[in-house]
């Protein structure tokens, strides 16, 4: 355990009472935990104000494109087998224009964690409804109330076997920096899809809609088909923790440039090089 005081404090643009400032303050926890110093660590995202997390946050940064985050993530993991590599964004950014990203990354399982701000809303563009946001919930460009059905992230997940799937809810800051904790220690591809209510733009799922209705789960997070029952729970209950857990390799393991280490500690055989261009000579 390290103090989290050396991950900085910054000034930020979210509004008073966002759960983005306890999604910041469960990320420190979790950081805190693992002794994990700044240089040990990459955060990356993309855009829209749960990705601003990157700025107030004293580490190895990357802010990339709207719905663009992973890809670089993965990158570095490959690039830089020894970081611990953290993509943090949206519900928008990461299921609606990062969908493939999403389903690509959870097949590929490299060892890096998406934590998705979910507040089932486009919260920096002011209302507009996103990918989870719930059926009949009248937004901005919904008036009528949303008519298609939300996508459930964490279902898709544990259909899809990711290595490690689980929600959580800022307002449970202790069950919610436990659970980063144990999504960064999991070896193989993590999702924390962590509700986090957007006090401003979304006046449906409050801190109280939240708070009345997560309840930790308490089946058995190996047993598939067990953990895709509890996957598609969400409504009247919703259930928080640990929903699946796989253990399998990680696909940096299964590399073999990957296995000697970063990128950067290997040596450039000039010869070889010299060799090759002497091909287009
Ligand atoms: C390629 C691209 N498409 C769309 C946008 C506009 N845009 C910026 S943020 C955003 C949605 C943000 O919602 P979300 O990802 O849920 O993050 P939140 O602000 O709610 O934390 C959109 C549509 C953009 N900047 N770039
Ligand atoms: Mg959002």
């Not at 509890?230 to 928080?240: K, L, S, Y």
């Not at 590399?255 to 970063?262: D, K, M």
Request: net charge neutral; with cysteine; glycine share 10%.
């Amino acid at each position: 355990m390290i103090d989290s005081k050396i991950y900085g404090q910054f000034t930020t643009s979210w509004c008073p009472g966002c759960g983005n400032h306890d999604v910041l303050l469960a990320l420190k926890e979790a950081l805190a935990r693992q002794g994990l110093e700044p240089h040990q660590f990459a955060m990356v995202s993309g855009i829209g104000q749960a990705a601003k997390i990157v700025h107030y946050l004293k580490c190895n940064g990357f802010n990339g494109l709207h719905g663009r985050a992973l890809p670089p993530a993965q990158a570095l993991k490959l690039a830089n087998p020894e970081l611990k590599v953290v993509v943090e964004s949206g519900d928008g950014c990461s299921y609606g224009e990062g969908g493939n990203h999403f389903l690509a990354a959870i097949r590929r399982n490299l060892d890096i964690t998406l934590i998705v701000h979910d507040n089932q809303i486009y919260g920096l563009t002011k209302g507009q409804s996103s990918p989870t946001t719930m059926t009949g919930h009248v937004t901005k460009n919904n008036p009528l109330g949303m008519l298609d059905q939300p996508f459930n992230p964490v279902a898709v997940a544990v259909a899809m076997r990711a290595s490690f799937v689980a929600r959580a809810f800022s307002g449970l800051k202790e069950h919610a920096a436990t659970t980063i904790a144990a999504a960064m220690e999991h070896k193989g591809f993590s999702l924390v899809d962590m509700h986090s209510p957007c006090i401003s733009f979304n006046k449906v799922n409050t801190f109280g809609w939240y708070k009345a209705r997560c309840k930790e789960a308490s089946h058995d997070p190996a047993d598939w088909a067990e953990a895709m029952k509890v996957a598609t729970v969400f409504g009247e209950e919703i259930p928080i923790g640990v929903i699946y857990r796989e253990e399998k390799p990680s696909k940096e393991t299964l590399l073999p440039q990957c296995g000697q280490g970063a990128l950067y500690r290997k040596a450039v055989d000039m010869g070889k090089v010299a060799e090759h261009m002497a091909a287009y000579a």
